[in-house]
């Protein structure tokens, strides 16, 4: 703790260096590592805890390094200083200081990561089911209304609920640009929600080594407009049953 004006002015210096050199880690944290696309609300949730981890990383980063390198600056063995350095024992302050104040932290980023965990794994009534079946080594899956499919496609600002079962051994189900990730278990349903909000055409793919073709297990997922998924169900049921669609049009 300071206790002279120059103690003071060592730690008024070394304390704005470390908000530069935290404003700095961050900006090149970020940049040197870029998330994929947003393409899902959960998306969201998820990128705005990584960066607020990695302004924490960067600022304890800054903290350590900035103080260590300005004590080894200033304070180094000046030319014909043989004198001992002054003797301390001890602060109780400065240790209650280093104790609570990350344990704040701790506890306040807990709250944070519980609160988001659980607003990526709220459920919704209306929600999308459909199932992922994985295999060695690939995906399929199957709509309640009896569409199999080899691509999982999904309208746009729709919860969907995933049911993912296997067939064989452990799998992952991952669509990095939806941010979620849920390993499958054979003989038991495991389950993931995430609400689409970006069109286009992703990729799922398997997250968990599953065997000699684990790398080529990956299946097309498409986020389509509402209008496009209802056209593209009546086309999927229209073609794996064609004799139940003509007699449901020739009814109407
Ligand atoms: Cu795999």
């Known amino acids: 703790m300071p206790k002279s004006a120059s103690d003071k002015r060592h730690f008024i210096v070394a304390g704005v260096l470390v908000a530069i050199s935290t404003v700095l880690m961050d900006i090149l944290l970020k940049a040197a590592m870029p998330l994929p696309l947003q393409a899902s609300i959960e998306s969201l949730t998820i990128d705005a805890l990584i960066g607020w981890h990695l302004t924490l990383i960067a600022f304890l980063f800054s903290l350590i390094v ?41 506890v306040a980023f807990s709250f944070y990561g519980v609160n988001a ?105 498409r986020i389509v407009e509402q209008a496009e998924y209802d056209q593209w169900v009546t086309e999927q049921l229209a073609a794996q049953n064609p004799a139940v669609v003509q007699a449901d049009s020739s009814q109407q």
Request: proline share 5%.
């Open 117 to 221: 965990l659980a607003q990526v794994i709220r459920s919704e009534p209306n929600e999308l089911e459909v199932t992922a079946v994985g295999f060695q080594w690939s995906w399929r899956f199957e709509y309640p209304n009896g569409i199999i499919s080899q691509e999982l496609v999904l309208p746009i600002n729709q919860r969907a609920l995933v049911t993912l079962h296997s067939e064989d051994v452990l799998h992952s189900f991952w669509v990095p640009e939806m941010r979620v990730k849920q390993d499958l278990v054979p003989g038991y349903d495991t389950h993931i929600r995430f609400t689409p909000i970006l069109l286009g055409d992703f990729k799922v793919r398997c997250a968990e080594l599953c065997g000699r073709s684990h790398w080529s297990m990956e299946s097309p997922v």
């Open 66 to 106: 900035v103080f260590m390198l300005y004590s080894i600056v200033i304070f180094r063995k000046r030319e014909d200083d043989d004198s001992e350095g002054e003797h301390f024992e001890g602060n109780s302050t400065l240790e209650i200081v280093w104790t609570v104040i990350p344990l704040i932290f701790v």
